[in-house]
């Protein structure tokens, strides 16, 4: 099964985050240390979760140590970054990242190459220039972030 947007969200939780495995699989073939830091709403779902506040469910999935730094990781499997998503990650980046511990997006794509990592800052400057779409489906508004 495909880990994308046209998916229920029911259908996504019975199969592989494929993103995430393809995120660990990098780590891991690279060497790179990293732990599960977020929610695994997959192999460990919470009860009532939609109960929990909006920036604790928007929690990094990962911390992994890149380029000498300590990083919190959302990992995604596609280039589309929900609008609401993205003020959750803006506010936990101005509340407890700096410059030793930035938080990154990892962009883990089907075609089997590398994640590509961008900063939330980075993010930030590109959807300057970019008008939300609307996904079919829950009608929530998302940028199409250009790789």
């Not at 880990?3 to 891991?28: G, I, M, P």
């Not at 979760?49 to 990083?71: A, G, N, Q, T």
């Amino acid at each position: 099964m495909n880990d994308t947007h046209s998916n229920t969200y029911e259908e996504r939780q019975k199969s592989l985050n494929k993103a995430e495995a393809r995120f660990e699989f990098f780590c891991e073939g690279k060497g790179i240390w990293y732990c599960r830091m977020g929610f695994d709403e997959t192999n460990d779902p919470v009860p009532m979760f939609w109960k929990i506040h909006p920036l604790i469910r928007s929690l990094p999935d990962y911390l992994m140590v890149y380029k000498e730094k300590l990083c919190y990781v959302h990992v995604k499997g596609s280039n589309k970054l929900k609008v609401h998503d993205l003020g959750q990650y803006v506010i936990f980046h101005r509340l407890y990242c700096d410059k030793e511990t930035p938080m990154l997006i990892a962009f883990c794509f089907e075609d089997g190459g590398k994640p590509i990592f961008k900063s939330i800052r980075w993010i930030e400057q590109a959807v300057l220039t970019l008008k939300p779409k609307i996904f079919p489906t829950d009608k929530k508004e998302y940028y199409e972030l250009p790789m």
